[in-house]
């Protein structure tokens, strides 16, 4: 990982960048009532994880989690791996590999990592778990949202602590 910048890890910055910016999203907001609902914490090795109780209402195939939703999930997760470190964080490039199905009635569980930061961009990687077993990996490129008149993203007051 590049050393020039150090970023804390920390979950009150999470919840502070997600309440800022995505305070109607569909993965991660609770106030969402047709989204996913994640809440996600910071783990001591720096992973951020969430576990996820789908519902019918995200199958594809009878019993099955649509993959969209599954993409979704760990979209998400990258993006509050970025929040920890106080950087709000878009997706560049995706690759999601789907290794078996992950059905209804069982938690799911999403973990990520930073594995580097070169040039402004951050790669990732997750995992997708369900009753211990590997479902889904990804890797990503995300790169930070830019940023205009001191420290607005977006137009919007944007807090570095």
Request: with cysteine; hydrophobic share 40%; aromatic share 6%.
């Amino acid at each position: 990982m590049d050393t020039t910048t150090v970023h804390t890890v920390t979950d009150q910055r999470a919840s502070a960048l997600r309440e800022e910016l995505h305070s109607h999203c569909f993965a991660c907001s609770p106030d969402n009532d047709h989204g996913l609902n994640l809440v996600f914490g910071v783990d001591a090795e720096d992973v951020t994880r969430a576990i996820w109780h789908p519902s019918s209402a995200f199958q594809s195939y009878d019993g099955r989690i649509h993959g969209g939703i599954l993409a979704t999930l760990i979209d998400a997760s990258m993006v509050h791996v970025l929040f920890a470190r106080g950087i709000a964080g878009v997706t560049a490039e995706m690759t999601v590999r789907y290794l078996i199905p992950v059905l209804l009635g069982a938690p799911v569980e999403v973990a990520t990592r930073l594995e580097a930061q070169t040039h402004g961009l951050y790669r990732l990687r997750a995992e997708v778990r369900q009753d211990g077993n590997l479902a889904a990996r990804a890797s990503a490129k995300f790169m930070a949202l830019p940023e205009t008149n001191g420290n607005q993203v977006h137009g919007r007051q944007h807090s570095q602590s």
